[in-house]
C-alpha cells in the first residue's frame, strides 16, 4: 500500500478512535445524559470532525450498548436500564474474580503497596464525597490484579463493559452507600490466596445489587 494512503488511513483511525474516548466520557459522566438525542453535526462541531469519524464512533458506541439508534427516527445516549445492568454486572464480575485469580501468585510488593495506596486513595474520596476521585481509586485497585494477570483478553473485554458500570455509579452514586468497598478491599488484601478472587467477585456483585435496588 503507498504510503500516503496508509497515513491516511491512519489518520482516520486516530480521528475516530478521538471521536469515540470523548462521547463515551460525556456519556459515562452526564454531560450527554440518558436519552439525549445525538445529533451528528452538533457533534462534529463539538468535537471539530468531519461525519465520518463522528458516525463510526457512535457505531461503535452501540456496540458497547451506550447508543442506541432507530433508522430514519433517532440516534439517543441508551437510556439507564435495570436488565442491562442485571446482565453486566456478574460478566465484570467474573472477570474480576479470573484477574485476581491469575494475578495473586504474581503480585509482588510493589503490587501490594498500590493496593493499599489505591483503598486508601478510595476511602478518602468517599468521605470528601468526590466521585470522580473515589471511581479513579477504585479503577486503580482493581486494575492492579488486571495487569498482574497479563492475560490480553480480561481488559480487552473490560473496556467494552466497564463504561456501562461507571455511568451507572456515577449517576446513581449519590443514593448508594460506597463505604462497604473500602472494608471489601482491605479483606480481599488480607485474604489467603485461595480466597481473594471469590471475595473480588462478591465486591462486584454488592455494587450490582446496591444498583439494582436503586431503581426501586
Not at 489518520?11 to 438525542?37: H, K, N, Q, S, W
Not at 461503535?60 to 453486566?88: C, W, Y
Not at 481509586?137 to 461507571?166: C, Q, S, W
Request: net charge negative; proline share 5%; glycine share 4%.
Amino acid at each position: 500500500m503507498p504510503v500516503p494512503e496508509r497515513q491516511a488511513a491512519l489518520d482516520r483511525d486516530l480521528l475516530r478512535d478521538r471521536a469515540y474516548a470523548a462521547i463515551r466520557d460525556a456519556i459515562v459522566d452526564g454531560t450527554l445524559a440518558p436519552g439525549e438525542r445525538l445529533r451528528d453535526q452538533e457533534l462534529c462541531t463539538w468535537l471539530g470532525l468531519s461525519r465520518t469519524p463522528v458516525r463510526e464512533a457512535l457505531n461503535r458506541l452501540e456496540q458497547d450498548g451506550l447508543v442506541e439508534t432507530a433508522p430514519q427516527r433517532f440516534t439517543r445516549v441508551t437510556p439507564l436500564d435495570r436488565r442491562a445492568a442485571r446482565d453486566a454486572f456478574p460478566v465484570v464480575a467474573a472477570l474480576h474474580a479470573l484477574a485476581t485469580e491469575l494475578a495473586v501468585p504474581k503480585l509482588t510488593e510493589a503490587d501490594r503497596a498500590a493496593l493499599r495506596d489505591a483503598n486508601n486513595r478510595f476511602a478518602e474520596a468517599l468521605r470528601d464525597g468526590d466521585v470522580d476521585a473515589a471511581l479513579e481509586a477504585d479503577d486503580a485497585f482493581h486494575g492492579v490484579f488486571v495487569t498482574a494477570a497479563a492475560n490480553a483478553e480480561i481488559p480487552r473485554t473490560l473496556e467494552r463493559l466497564m463504561p456501562r458500570i461507571r455511568r451507572l455509579e456515577r449517576l446513581r452514586f449519590g443514593s448508594l452507600s460506597g463505604r462497604a468497598s473500602v472494608k471489601q478491599h482491605a479483606e480481599i488484601l488480607l485474604a489467603a490466596p485461595e480466597d481473594a478472587a471469590d471475595l473480588v467477585k462478591q465486591n462486584w456483585l454488592s455494587l450490582g445489587a446496591l444498583i439494582d435496588r436503586s431503581f426501586e
